[in-house]
């Protein structure tokens, strides 16, 4: 009895041993560069690599054409997942795994389908530079990019927060008599708004990120079509100090972002509660 | 209200969805039709075809003068179009609406001029009209389920309905809110004078709200009469174990005002 008590405690203080070393390990790895990225070189590094001449240009390009780049994709995004989720077509759901492709291709390979297609020597890259308009390496390359790698972001929350509303509440919206605009302003837009919303912010967090199909598809030209990401990439050539203020600037978004995130993920909670009610 | 004020609710439909057929054939007047049968056997999918929400192959639905589906004649009209009042199981309140919010919201679908005051000032008398005055200003989620149910029935007479199609009124309550429902219920189905079908599972609803009973068996109507031959001479071994548990076995009571006008009519 003695002994089978032995190994049973021996056998937890391995099992615990077992369990925080290995999740330590991740742990420890996935802080320290983060630690790194604060502490080195000191806050006086910091702000003289904020001072460099690629920041401000980058800066707000960055965060000009990704606010355009989530306005787009929700503009667009809401009208075709509303769609999407209440399709019964089969191709709908062929249609919705072929739009979340660019998630998981690099997006390199999503810069070089947009050089392919709207390059100037791309597939309609021609016939819009007919109509006087060529948009690779330009500012409007940098939203097209952005765009292109974000949107499925949006759209799978989008497709998911609606398809995720109780069908009897649209059906008996319907029966009230709402029309069509009246179901989707009134009932489903404010229902799946907290989804959305946070959809959103990830699309935002993701364009603000973008770096490989914009390098592909807009290039690398400060005050032009260099973003922050772009600039971090051209700094690190210069002085690694530089780069790591402007990824600084970056970790500040990404972080400010998940707290708001945090703070608003309470709103499906809620949102969930009161359903089910 | 005599009988041949209320228009009648007739449907003969024929639908395939997968491997289930649904096929019935309805007639609704003055007297509430209970549609009763085990899970699975059509009954929801019933009122959704009513509705309009879900495909049909053959049929038509009319009712009144009003016709809702004809296959022959290609009419399909859409369910915002077809002045149904439909309660489903858990009453269906939006949740993101206050209970006159959500009155008031009827009121707009039907009204061409976007009035949000005068909508909201008529929401207020049909919430009174149903006791509900007091609770206009609270979330779906802070109402008890009687009192959510009579909000939902509120909002389903201010969209100014022809038939009524209830879906499980009683299911989601607690027993001691299922009694006062159903009297409320009952009540109402017989002051509204609309044609009304209501699903249930519950003998006691039947009982109480309905004087004909449609029995649902795999998306066939098996027997259709009025509740004392149905409850005598069960055609299926679930409307005999339905009415066989129920306490009032083969005979409709007289004591309770909910049940006499049934009873009358009958």
């Known amino acids: ?277 | 209200m005599s009988d041949d004020s209320v228009p009648r609710l007739s449907l003969a439909v024929e639908a395939t969805f997968g491997s289930f057929a649904l096929r019935a054939s309805l007639e609704i007047g003055a007297e509430p039709l209970a549609v009763v049968g085990p899970n699975g056997s059509g009954k929801t999918s019933l009122l959704l075809a009513i509705l309009g929400l879900r495909r049909l192959d053959r049929g038509r639905i009319q009712l009144g003068d009003d016709v809702l589906y004809d296959a022959v004649l290609a009419i399909d009209r859409p369910t915002e179009e077809r002045h149904l009042a439909y309660l489903p199981q858990d009453f269906g309140l939006f949740p993101h609406l206050t209970a006159v919010e959500n009155v008031a919201f009827a009121l707009a679908c039907n009204s061409q001029a976007a009035n949000r005051k005068r909508h909201r000032g008529e929401a207020m008398s049909w919430l009174e009209r149903f006791g509900l005055g007091s609770l206009a200003e609270r979330n779906p989620a802070q109402l008890s389920g009687g009192e959510r149910q009579r909000v939902a029935l509120a909002r389903a007479m201010a969209s100014a309905p022809k038939a009524l199609l209830l879906d499980e009124p009683t299911a989601s309550l607690d027993v001691e809110a299922r009694v006062e429902v159903r009297a409320f219920l009952a009540e109402s189905i017989r002051s509204l004078g609309l044609p009304t079908i209501l699903v249930t599972h519950d003998a006691m609803d039947v009982e109480a709200l309905a004087g004909r009973v449609a029995v649902l068996e795999k998306g066939q109507v098996v027997a259709c009469g009025p509740l004392r031959d149905i409850a005598k001479d069960p055609p299926t071994s679930f409307a005999g174990k339905l009415f066989c548990s129920s306490k009032f076995l083969g005979m409709v009571p007289t004591d309770s005002p909910a049940n006499t006008a049934v009873v009358r009519r009958n």
């Open chain 1, 1 to 277: 009895m003695s002994q089978l008590f032995l190994s049973r405690a021996r056998s937890r203080r391995l099992y615990g041993a077992l369990m925080v070393g290995l999740g330590g390990f991740l742990l420890l790895f996935l802080v320290l560069p983060f630690v790194a990225l604060v502490l080195d070189g000191g806050p006086e590094s910091i702000v003289r690599g904020l001072g460099c001449a690629l920041t401000w240009p980058a800066l707000r390009l960055s965060l000009g054409t990704s606010l355009i780049s989530v306005g787009l994709v929700v503009l667009g995004g809401t009208p075709l997942a509303w769609w999407l989720a209440r399709s019964r077509w089969r191709s709908a759901r062929w249609l919705e795994i072929l739009l979340q492709l660019p998630v998981v291709i690099p997006p390199a390979v999503g810069g070089i389908a947009l050089l392919l297609a709207f390059g100037r020597r791309g597939l309609f890259g021609e016939a819009l530079e007919r109509l006087g308009w060529a948009p690779a390496f330009s500012a409007v390359a940098v939203v097209m990019a952005q765009v292109f790698v974000s949107a499925p972001f949006y759209l799978q929350a989008a497709v998911q927060a609606f398809g995720r509303l109780d069908p009897s509440l649209l059906a008996v919206a319907r029966s009230l008599g709402a029309s069509p605009p009246r179901l989707f302003f009134r009932v489903a837009l404010p229902l799946a708004r907290p989804w959305l919303i946070g959809g959103a912010a990830m699309t935002w967090a993701r364009a603000l990120g973008e770096f490989g199909a914009t390098l592909m598809f807009a290039g690398n030209m400060t005050g032009k079509t260099q973003t922050l990401p772009l600039a971090i990439y051209t700094a690190l050539e210069l002085d690694i100090h530089t780069a790591q203020a402007l990824s600084l600037l970056l970790v500040a978004f990404a972080f400010a972002l998940l707290l708001f995130l945090r703070r608003f993920n309470r709103g499906p909670e809620v949102a969930r509660r009161l359903a089910a009610q």
